[in-house]
């Protein structure tokens, strides 16, 4: 069936899948006030919803609507910030994070478990806002608030584990120590297709080691910032705890741009391209400040001769087609050994025939929308250049109507085509021939990223030569599991034009201090490192 929706002054045609949900032509009125969408008042969006918070709500910039990417229809208002209103934040957090800096850690970690039970209160409505704003499906959007509540009980646990050193000395009478001290503000830049997880990972580790944090997210997904700072200041409220400990500011570059260049932000963590990181990371170095830079990833999955196939297809499917191609960590090129290349791709068209594509609200519907128009002009260029290649489309290459595509795989092309050393953040899949595991190795690491690979392998030699020294140079190195999906207790980054930084868990708690050696001298005497005499 097909119906046309009337969005931003134009009919656009939506081709529908039969198990999807009717759209019919609907008026341009916002969604927060259509009953079906009720459950918007749940996380306290209201049509107009002021996009900064210092300890109070505010907002002195235009007033521009989230549009929904699934039936691209307004959900409600936002007052963005302005750099004037990022002034007044960044004033609130420093002054925060003095008094922050000097609460007990188990204190801290006490106000973030609070956090991340307002956060658990919430978790359906809250995952709905998710997929309504990104375009994500249910399951997925409910799943990056569990990230957030999962984040949330691990800093609470590290903020009574945040422990130093004592290190022997090689004078009489001395001790070294090794304590680590908050750094004062963090801030935090964030991508549309992970509105709130990536956000909780800085806020809540840097939190317990007594940092401040401002926020900004991407403009078109305003609302999951907004109502994740909302659950935020109900906690400090109640604690009496100032509201600059959790800064938010929504807002376009300009916001972005003062807070890359302001001293006063000690450490930046940004989350989105490889381009725009290298731009950011050059100059928070230009201003000696501190860096943690996650950015795009040419994943793969290689798949070796003896690989378990009824375990790779649907790993395959869930990395490729997940988020709609749209996560740092899906799968696009797809590593398969010469003889397996036919049972493979038969295997996965057979299982991408059986996705079904639209509103990703519904149940049953496995890749929902691109989030935007460009993201779906990418996608078509893609098409049409792996065509032009010579890459035959195995399956998918059409645009479904409005922002949703078909997941798509695409063989023939060279592993070492610029378009498939190009990451496209859409749902193509390279399928790339190998002749063994050197070659495949070889093939893996010849983009120029480098966030997460997995092989598919029963051998048990394959498998510590894939994790080891000579094998995969990605950040996260799997086995016999997709390269996304990533759990809260490993350090979460990449290497080379990943951008090298780490959240999350492990002890990437360290980037969010500053390291300092104490000696103590508790004898009368004075002697000298390296046995010096200056007598």
């Known amino acids: 069936q097909h119906y046309f929706i009337q969005s931003n002054l134009r009919m656009s045609l939506f081709k529908l899948t039969k198990n999807s949900r009717p759209l019919a032509a609907r008026c341009m009125s916002m969604l927060v006030n259509d009953p079906a969408y009720s459950w918007l008042g749940d996380v306290g969006i209201k049509e107009l919803n002021e996009g900064v918070y210092d300890g109070s709500w505010g907002g002195r910039g235009k007033v521009v609507p989230s549009i929904s990417p699934i039936n691209e229809q307004p959900i409600a208002n936002v007052i ?317 290459g059409n645009v479904v109507g409005g922002r949703y595509v078909e997941p798509t795989i695409i063989t023939g092309l060279p592993h070492d085509a610029p378009l498939v050393l190009r990451e496209t953040f859409a749902p193509i899949l390279y399928v790339l021939p190998c002749d063994d595991f050197e070659d495949a190795v070889a093939i893996n690491n010849e983009v120029a990223q480098g966030l997460s690979s997995s092989i598919f392998t029963t051998n048990p030699e394959y498998i510590f030569r894939w994790v080891g020294a000579g094998g995969a140079d990605s950040g996260i190195c799997n086995v016999n599991i997709p390269t996304n999906g990533a759990e809260i207790g490993g350090a979460f980054g990449g290497e080379k034009e990943t951008g090298g930084g780490r959240e999350s868990g492990s002890d990437a708690w360290k980037q969010y201090c500053r390291r300092a050696t104490c000696t103590i001298n508790y004898s009368k005497e004075l002697p000298l490192a390296q046995g010096i005499d200056f007598s």
Not at 325 to 354: F, M, N, P, W
Not at 381 to 387: F, H, M, N, T
């Open 80 to 396: 963005e910030g302005t750099v004037e209103d990022y002034e007044d934040v960044v004033r609130a957090s420093k002054e925060a994070s003095k008094q922050w800096a000097m609460t007990p850690a188990p204190v801290r970690g006490e106000v973030i478990r609070q956090i991340g039970e307002n956060l658990r209160a919430k978790l359906e409505p809250l995952g709905k806002l998710v997929s309504l704003e990104m375009g994500k499906i249910l399951p997925e959007g409910i799943g990056e608030v569990q990230e957030a509540v999962d984040i949330a009980d691990y800093a609470t646990g590290l903020s009574r584990m945040i422990n130093g050193k004592v290190i022997p000395s090689e004078r009489p009478a001395h001790m070294m120590l090794e304590q680590w001290h908050p750094l004062g503000v963090v801030g935090v830049i964030t991508a549309f297709n992970f509105p709130v997880a990536p956000y909780f990972w800085n806020f809540t580790i840097a939190s317990v080691c007594g940092n401040a944090c401002l926020w900004k997210g991407a403009p078109t997904t305003s609302l999951s910032g907004i109502a994740c700072t909302r659950l935020i200041a109900e906690v400090l409220d109640a604690n009496k705890l100032p509201g600059g400990l959790s800064g938010l500011v929504s807002g376009g570059a300009d916001v972005g741009e003062s807070m890359v260049n302001d001293p006063r932000v000690n450490l930046l963590s940004f989350t989105g391209s490889c381009q725009i990181g290298k731009q950011v990371g050059t100059k928070v170095q230009q201003r000696m400040g501190k860096l943690i830079l996650e950015l795009g990833g040419n994943n793969a999955i290689s798949v070796m001769e003896d690989a378990d196939l009824g375990m790779l297809v649907p790993a395959v499917c869930f990395a490729s087609v997940g988020t709609a191609g749209q996560r740092c960590t899906t799968t696009r090129r797809l590593i398969v050994h010469k003889s397996l290349v036919d049972e493979v791709v038969r295997r996965l068209v057979s299982a991408y025939k059986q996705v079904k594509i639209g509103d990703p609200l519904i149940k049953g519907n496995l890749c929902g929308p691109l989030h935007t128009v460009a993201a779906v002009e990418s996608y078509k260029g893609a098409i049409a250049e792996a065509q032009q290649l010579g890459g035959k489309i195995e399956t998918g």
